[in-house]
């Protein structure tokens, strides 16, 4: 299939191939989708480790998604190359709390040589076709109508037409479900999904890795999804056999240390590596203080 493929004009593109050409490899991405569920903090931490991981991604964020997009981050999208960068930049290089990242110039410098856009309303892009190599498809976050049309084959945009394609071509599709509670009708829609294939990989956090804040809690999503995708990360801390060493390898309150995405941390709020009483004294959990018995690990 051939035709318009992305928001850039000719000289853009022209650019992005002679980037990949000078990379001497074929650019075989990886398609995100965004649909209009909330959750675009998940969507931007994936973005953010398939960059990190130096990989090359196919974007589509459908209508529905501009109104998350807009109403999670206050960033109105658009899908021309004038526009795109931009808010792709602002999104990727904003923390959840709206605080920009430190790591904010090394996302916006990779965005052009590895992220192309496409419109959801553009059926004639290249991941319409399965002739358009690419490594698989992320759907995150995945509404309950995505998950429908993925499900029924309905196409009804480029969206649900790049994972039809990706299930039809045997490629790896993760779909990541934000939705609570469940219809019976979309619990039957992600069977069938799984059936068809497709990895469901709800956005369910654990708690198991230490996380002291919500953006952690979003990473851990983002990088158990890449683990689905089989994408190294480091997103988040893996268990280690050991109960509470997630807690106990907390810094303590008042000092620094970097996040994954190197972000500068100050610890000492409320809640954190123990409880505050009433006097505002640190007080370690039980757990903390003696020896911490190796017993299972948790499910996922
Ligand atoms: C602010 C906002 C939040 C929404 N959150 C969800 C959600 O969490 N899950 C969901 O399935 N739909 C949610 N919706 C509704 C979807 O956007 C709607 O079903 C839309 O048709 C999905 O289209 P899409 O699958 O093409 O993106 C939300 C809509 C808005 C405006």
Redesign the pocket.
């Known amino acids: 299939m051939t035709g318009p493929r992305d928001g850039r004009d000719d000289a853009q593109r022209d650019a992005v191939e002679r980037d990949d050409a000078a990379a001497g490899a074929r650019r075989v991405p990886w398609i995100v989708g965004v649909?209009?569920?909330?959750?675009t903090p998940y969507a931007a931490s994936v973005l953010r480790g398939l960059l990190a991981a130096d990989l090359p991604v196919d974007l589509v964020l459908?209508?529905?998604?501009r109104?998350?997009l807009l109403?999670e981050t206050g960033i109105a999208w658009r899908d021309g190359a004038g526009a795109w960068p931009a808010a792709l930049a602002g999104w990727l290089g904003t923390s959840l709390a709206g605080v920009a990242r430190p790591d904010r110039g090394t996302v916006t410098g990779q965005l052009d040589r590895l992220v192309r856009v496409h419109g959801a309303e553009n059926l004639a892009a290249q991941p319409s076709s399965g002739s358009y190599p690419t490594r698989g498809m992320i759907v995150v976050p995945a509404?309950?109508?995505?998950i429908a049309?993925i499900a029924l084959g309905l196409s009804k945009?480029l969206?649900q037409r790049a994972a039809d394609v990706t299930l039809k071509e045997g490629r790896r599709l993760v779909v990541v479900p934000?939705?609570m509670p469940f219809t019976g009708a979309t619990l039957r829609h992600l069977l069938a999904l799984h059936d068809a294939g497709a990895v469901v990989a709800a956005a369910s956090p654990g708690f198991y890795a230490g996380a002291a804040d919500a953006q952690a809690l979003v990473d851990f999503v983002a990088g158990r999804v890449l683990d689905a995708a089989g994408v190294p990360n480091s997103l988040f801390r893996r268990w280690v056999g050991e109960l509470g060493a997630a807690r106990t390898d907390r810094p303590r309150p008042g000092t620094v240390d970097d996040t994954p995405h190197g972000e500068r941390r100050i610890h000492g709020g409320r809640g954190e590596n123990g409880e505050h009483g009433q006097n505002g004294e640190h007080r370690q959990n039980d757990a903390n203080a003696g020896t911490v018995p190796r017993l299972g690990g948790p499910g996922d």
């Not at 509404?143 to 995505?146: D, E, F, K, L, V």
């Open positions: 649909s209009g569920a909330s959750g459908s209508r529905a998604a109104l998350t109403d509404s309950t109508a995505s049309g945009d969206l934000r939705e």
